[in-house]
């Protein structure tokens, strides 16, 4: 007598290229992430096999999903994903010493350490270098007539990031530092690919430039050291001890300073930017938020109190932050054998999951890719439904900050200056949700002559304008 088995099912999706299996469809996902990823979700179901039948690289899709990918960081761990990197150089020591790539107890002790400057009630000290940092970016605009406004955002939240994570004001070093990292994210994908060291290559490249950058930050730390009082960030890392005693190393120092750099500005200033976007193509929303702002700030920056009267305000920032958020996809490992979403999946399987394609479910947002602020006046939506800071334990530790800093620069911004984006301007997004190749605006004093610009560009397929 025989007894029936049942085979494992396998896991649907599209076929990968000969010699290189999922990898093919990896590169497909970076050169057009968005559509790619809905298309997988679309075709193939809520899990998708990035190469069809091999369990090894999956998409995972919707809320269900989310909830069981980050509400087990001990199972499905944070990690780099497909590629991994000897922490021997700086670029592994840069990929194994943060946040969102730690896991286990670690992680927990690490977060513990970290919490006390990310905790709401010290966030708000925040806001005064927020302001002034704005204000000196307004004041800057006098007499120009176009401008960049992807780029002045990441000029500011530059220096916010500075400042407040910081301590310093140096304009020479946010801007060597800037550069360095848009050398490194440039290189990413081949990086991953072929992480080779031989000069001349990419990844040869992006060790000499995370090299730079944790110099940078080991001369920082020793100027933190010599300091009696924790006025930044960083400071208060150096001095922060937990209740063994334990304290931070200088190179899980230098880790954690540089990821907080880049998630301090570079995804902030994104959503700046689509915010701008949006408003521009949503007139009636832009005239609407104004008499709000008016009305109750009266031209000035608003106080910490303010924000909390602002509901059209904070109601835009979150729609902003649903339709293009800054982080749009994200990866988990298995640490063992496990069962997700019917399928089996092996130990050290790569999951992807996307923050983008579980805003635009329809069954969760009504119209989902329509730009509307009012339907946060009755919805809510759990941390898995809606998680632009991801969620779980790798929730975002600065996401009460990034919030604070949208809500004062589109304030005031919008109180000083009405910015038009220049007509036929082509836009579009990267799989970093930056835009690209920017958003020129022309500059007017803010006379509320507001009237949606023409545009062109891919964008026109993440966002329906129509009227």
Wanted: proline share 7%.
């Amino acid at each position: 007598m025989t007894t029936a088995t049942t085979a494992p099912q396998t896991i649907p999706g599209p076929r990968g290229l000969p010699g290189l299996g999922w990898r093919a469809n990896i590169l497909k996902m970076y050169l057009n992430p968005f559509a790619y990823l809905r298309w997988l979700h679309d075709t193939y179901g809520d899990v998708v096999a990035l190469a069809q039948g091999d369990p090894s690289n999956v998409v995972a899709f919707g809320p269900a999903l989310n909830f069981r990918l980050l509400s087990d960081p001990d199972l499905f761990r944070n990690d780099a994903g497909p590629f991994k990197f000897s922490d021997d150089t700086a670029f592994g020591r840069l990929m194994q010493n943060n946040l969102p790539t730690m896991n286990g107890e670690k992680h927990r002790q690490h977060r513990r350490l970290m919490q006390p400057a990310f905790h709401r009630q010290q966030v708000t000290h925040y806001r005064d270098d927020m302001v002034m940092l704005t204000q000196s970016m307004l004041d800057s605009w006098q007499g120009r007539t176009e401008i960049d406004a992807a780029t002045e955002m990441k000029l500011l939240t530059q220096r916010i990031a500075v400042k407040t994570l910081f301590g310093l004001y140096d304009e020479t070093g946010v801007e060597r530092m800037g550069k360095l990292l848009l050398r490194m994210t440039r290189s990413m994908l081949l990086v991953m690919i072929a992480p080779v060291n031989i000069p001349g290559t990419p990844y040869h490249r992006v060790l000499g430039i995370v090299g730079e950058m944790e110099a940078m930050m080991r001369s920082l730390i020793a100027q933190k050291r010599q300091q009696s009082e924790a006025t930044d960030v960083l400071a208060a890392l150096v001095h922060a001890y937990d209740e063994g005693g334990v304290q931070l190393s200088d190179e899980e120092l230098m880790g954690h300073a540089i990821t907080l750099f880049v998630a301090g500005h570079e995804t902030t200033a994104n959503t700046l930017a689509w915010i701008i976007f949006l408003l521009d193509q949503h007139p009636r929303v832009q005239a609407d938020l104004l008499d709000e702002l008016s009305d109750v700030l009266h031209g000035e920056a608003p106080t910490i109190e303010q924000l909390k009267q602002l509901p059209l305000l904070d109601s835009v920032v979150k729609e902003g932050l649903r339709l293009l958020p800054p982080a749009a996809i994200g990866t988990r490992a298995t640490s063992t054998p496990c069962e997700l979403g019917g399928f089996e999946l092996p130990k050290g399987a790569n999951v992807v999951y996307s923050e983008f394609v579980t805003h635009r479910l329809p069954q969760l947002y009504e119209e989902p890719d329509r730009f509307k602020p009012e339907r946060w006046a009755t919805l809510d939506r759990s941390p898995y439904e809606y998680l632009p800071f991801s969620a779980g334990r790798h929730m975002c530790i600065g996401a009460a900050f990034a919030t604070q800093e949208l809500k004062v620069v589109i304030a005031m911004l919008l109180q000083h200056y009405r910015l038009a984006i220049v007509p036929n301007s082509r836009i579009a997004a990267n799989i970093s949700m930056r835009p690209i190749p920017g958003l020129p605006v022309r500059v007017f004093p803010q006379d509320r002559q507001f009237q949606r610009a023409p545009i062109r560009g891919s964008i026109q397929q993440l966002v329906d304008l129509a009227q």
